[in-house]
C-alpha cells in the first residue's frame, strides 16, 4: 500500500461540482489501494473576497488577525470536499494546519514550516481515512494561526509529504506538467517526464507559473520527487525529482519567457563611491524588486545605469527614481514596460560552453535585439521588446530541438 | 476596573460599516476603563450560504465536517472585528473557540459546553487586549472543532462571563429589550428593566426572539445576570436575573405571541390502552415536536385528539397522521394553520390564584374563542385564531396593565 499526498489548487476546487471531480479522482486512488492525503486550496476567489472585505475595516493588512481571517478559506474547502469524499463511501477526515501538526514559526502572513507533527495525520490514515488538510497554513509556538505567504499550499504538501515519507507527491494544477515551451506559444513544445529541482527553480522563477519556486525549495531540500500533473486529464505530468541524472539531460530543458517586466535607465550618473549603493538602497525601501543591472563603460566620469524590474512594480518605482535622479545628479531617466525576458534553462549548461552564444546567435538571425542580458549558471536571460517575444521563443526551441524526444 | 462580556449578534456584523459601528462601542467601553471580551456571530448571511455549499456536495449535514465548515464564519467575523479595533487604535485579538479555550462535548452540530480554560482570554486581557472570541463553537476532548447549534453564540458569552466571572454580560441584539409585548403590536408596550430567568425562558420559548432559551438556561445556572440591549442605540436593556425580588414584581410580566403553530385534530379514536403512545410516539420518530395536547370527554368509547405543533413542521406531520388515522382506526383527521399561541408570562403567578381566569375573561370580552389552553407554573398559553392575535395581544396587555410603570 502506497502513501500519496495529493495537492489541488484554488482553481481545482473553484466550484462543488469541480470538488466532486477532484474527489473521485481521489477516491479512484483509494481504490486502487493507496493512503492518501489531500491538501487544498481556498475555493477560487475566496481569499481575493477576504483581502476585499479586509481592505475595507482599513486596518493593517500584515498582522496576525489576516492570518485568523484568510486561513478560513481552506478550511472551507477542506471541509466541503470532505464532505464530498464521504458521500461518495469514501470515509474522510478535514484537518486544519493545526490539527494536521503543521508548526510554523511566528511570521505572519509568511510563515515558514518548522515541523511537521505527523501523529494526527497517520492516526486517521491508519484509522482508513482519506485526510484532507487545508493548506497555506500553520500554527505558531504561541498557539496563532499563521499563513505561509505565496505557494503556501504547495509548500504543504511537499513539507507533509517528506514528514509523512510519502511515496508520492502530486500537485495537480491546471496544466499537464512542465513544458519545453509555452505550448500556446510554441505547438510542437514537449511535457518534460521529469526536470531537476534546480532547473524547475529557475523556470519556476521565470514565469512557468507551474509550481511556486518556495515548494521546489522545499522539495529540493527534502529530496522529496514531486510529480507536476492536470486534474482535468489523466495523463502523466512532470516529475521534479533530484539532479542524479543530469548529465544525460540535454543541455537546454526549456525556454521561459516573462512579460512582468520593466526596463528602467538612468543617465549619466557621476562615477562616484556609493551611488549604486544609494540607487538599489531607496528602490528595496520602496518594496521594488531589481532583477538584472546593466552599467555601461565610463564616458567622462559618468556612467548609464539599466535595470529591470516587475512591470507591476514601474508606479511605485517612478517617483522613487524621479527623486533620485535629482539627488545623485543624473541628466535624466527613461522608463519602458514594452520589454519581456527569454531564458534558456537547462542543468546540463554548467558543462557545456558556448550555450549563451548559440542563444544569441539564434536571436540575431532572427534581428531580435538584446537589451540586457543576466546568467547563473545553468540560465541564460535576455530583455527584448516584447513584441519579438513569441518570436525569440520559437526560434530558441528550434534552436536547442527542444521538440525531440529525449 | 469592570470586566465587560458583550455578544454581538450577526445581523450587527453583516457588513464591515456595521462592523465598524459595534467597533466604536466596544472602543467606548476600553475608554471608560473596562476590560472587555468580545463574543461575535458570523457575518449575515455567511452560515446560510455555507449551508447552501454544503447541500451541494450531497453529503451528510449532521457530522464533524459540517462544524469544521461553519466554525469558519465565526472566525471570519472575528478577524475582521480584530482589524477594525486595531485600526482605530484599540488593540485587539481574535481567537477562535479553541484558542479561547471553549470546551465541549463531542455532539457535533449541537455541542455542549462542557468547560471554559480561561488562561489565553485572562493573558490577552491582562496584556491590556481587547478579546474577540469567535462564538458558536468549541472543541471536543479529540480535539476537533464542534459548534453549539442554535442559539450557540449566545450560549458562548454567557458561558465565558461564568468562567471569567465577569461583572457584567451584554447581549447585543436588533432590539432594545425585554417588552412587555410587541411593541409591532401594542403601541405603549413598556420596555421591563429586569426579568426573572424563568419568565425569560417562557418568553424566549413562546417566541419572543430575543435571547436564545439555551443561553438564559445557562445564565440561571451559573448565576449569571445577562443585559439584552440594542447594537444600534445607547439605551439601558433589559437585565435577566434571578428570582429575588419576585415577590415584588407584578403577577404577569409580559404578554407573548407565537404564529409558528399548527392545530391538527384526530377524530373518532378508538378508547383503547396505548393509542397515545402510538400516535405520538410516530410524530417524535417523524422529528415532530408536539406543544399542547387536548383529548375531548369520550364519546361511544372514541375520543376526539387535538394537538398543536410548529407550523414548520405541518408538512412532515400531514403524512404521518394521515397514516396513523389508518392504523388506529380513527374515522378522520383535520389540519389547521390558521391558528396562534398568546400567552401571559410571570413569575407572580405561582402565589397569585385566578390570574387564568382573567386571562380567559379579556380573551371572552373580545369574542374570541379559545381552541386549547395550556399553563405551566409561570404562564398561561391559548391557542386563538391567527387574525384575532393582534386584538388579543392588545386586550391582555391592558387586562394586566402592563403599560404601567413597575
Known amino acids: 500500500m502506497s502513501l500519496i499526498v495529493a495537492k489541488f489548487g484554488g482553481s481545482s476546487v473553484a466550484s462543488i461540482e469541480k470538488i466532486k471531480n477532484i474527489a473521485q479522482r481521489i477516491k479512484d486512488m483509494r481504490d486502487q489501494g493507496n493512503?492518501?492525503?489531500?491538501?487544498?486550496?481556498a475555493m477560487g476567489d475566496t481569499?481575493?473576497?477576504l483581502i476585499a472585505l479586509?481592505?475595507?475595516?482599513?486596518?493593517?493588512?500584515?498582522?496576525r488577525e489576516m492570518d485568523m481571517l484568510l486561513a478560513t478559506?481552506?478550511?472551507?474547502?477542506?471541509?466541503l470536499l470532505a464532505l464530498t469524499l464521504k458521500n461518495m463511501g469514501c470515509d474522510a477526515v478535514s484537518l486544519t494546519g493545526w490539527q494536521a501538526g503543521i508548526m510554523s514559526d511566528s511570521t505572519y502572513n509568511k510563515a515558514?514550516?518548522?515541523?511537521?507533527?505527523?501523529?494526527?495525520?497517520?492516526?486517521?490514515l491508519n484509522n482508513g481515512k482519506t485526510v484532507i488538510i487545508a493548506g497555506f497554513q500553520g500554527i505558531s509556538p504561541g498557539g496563532d494561526i499563521t499563513t505561509l505567504g505565496?505557494?503556501?499550499?504547495?509548500?504543504?504538501?511537499?513539507?507533509i509529504a517528506a514528514?509523512?515519507?510519502?511515496?508520492r507527491c502530486l500537485i495537480f494544477t491546471d496544466v499537464e506538467g512542465v513544458f519545453t515551451a509555452d505550448p500556446r506559444i510554441v505547438p510542437d513544445a514537449r511535457k518534460l517526464s521529469s526536470i531537476a529541482y534546480e532547473e524547475m527553480l529557475e523556470m519556476a522563477i521565470l514565469g512557468a507559473a507551474v509550481m511556486q519556486p518556495r515548494a521546489v525549495e522545499c522539495a529540493m531540500q527534502n529530496n522529496i520527487d514531486v510529480e507536476v500533473l492536470c486534474s482535468f486529464k489523466n495523463n502523466p505530468g512532470t516529475i521534479i525529482t533530484e539532479v542524479s541524472n543530469m548529465e544525460k539531460q540535454k543541455v537546454v530543458s526549456g525556454v521561459a519567457h516573462d512579460y512582468n517586466c520593466a526596463k528602467v535607465a538612468i543617465f549619466d550618473v557621476p562615477d562616484q563611491p556609493g551611488i549604486a549603493k544609494t540607487l538599489f538602497k531607496a528602490l528595496a525601501e520602496g518594496g521594488i524588486n531589481v532583477d538584472m543591472v546593466i552599467q555601461s563603460a565610463m564616458r567622462n566620469n559618468h556612467n548609464d545605469i539599466a535595470f529591470t524590474i516587475e512591470r507591476d512594480d514601474l508606479s511605485k518605482a517612478l517617483p522613487v527614481v524621479n527623486e533620485l535622479v535629482k539627488k545623485i545628479g543624473a541628466s535624466g531617466c527613461s522608463f519602458g514596460d514594452k520589454v519581456a525576458k527569454v531564458s534558456i534553462v537547462g542543468a546540463g549548461m554548467q558543462t557545456n560552453p558556448g550555450v549563451a552564444a548559440d542563444m544569441f546567435e539564434a536571436l540575431a538571425d532572427e534581428d531580435i535585439n538584446?537589451?540586457?542580458?543576466?546568467?547563473?549558471e545553468i540560465r541564460v536571460s535576455c530583455i527584448i521588446d516584447e513584441e519579438l517575444t513569441q518570436k525569440a521563443v520559437l526560434a530558441l526551441h528550434k534552436k536547442f530541438a527542444l521538440s525531440e524526444l529525449e
Open 35 to 41: 493512503n492518501v492525503a489531500v491538501v487544498v486550496s
Open 47 to 49: 481569499t481575493d473576497d
Open 54 to 63: 479586509a481592505k475595507a475595516t482599513g486596518g493593517d493588512l500584515s498582522g
Open 73 to 79: 478559506g481552506e478550511q472551507q474547502s477542506a471541509a
Open 112 to 124: 515558514k514550516i518548522s515541523d511537521i507533527d505527523t501523529n494526527r495525520i497517520m492516526a486517521e
Open 150 to 159: 505565496r505557494g503556501g499550499s504547495d509548500t504543504s504538501a511537499v513539507a
Open 163 to 167: 514528514g509523512l515519507k510519502a511515496d
Open 370 to 376: 538584446i537589451h540586457m542580458i543576466s546568467t547563473s
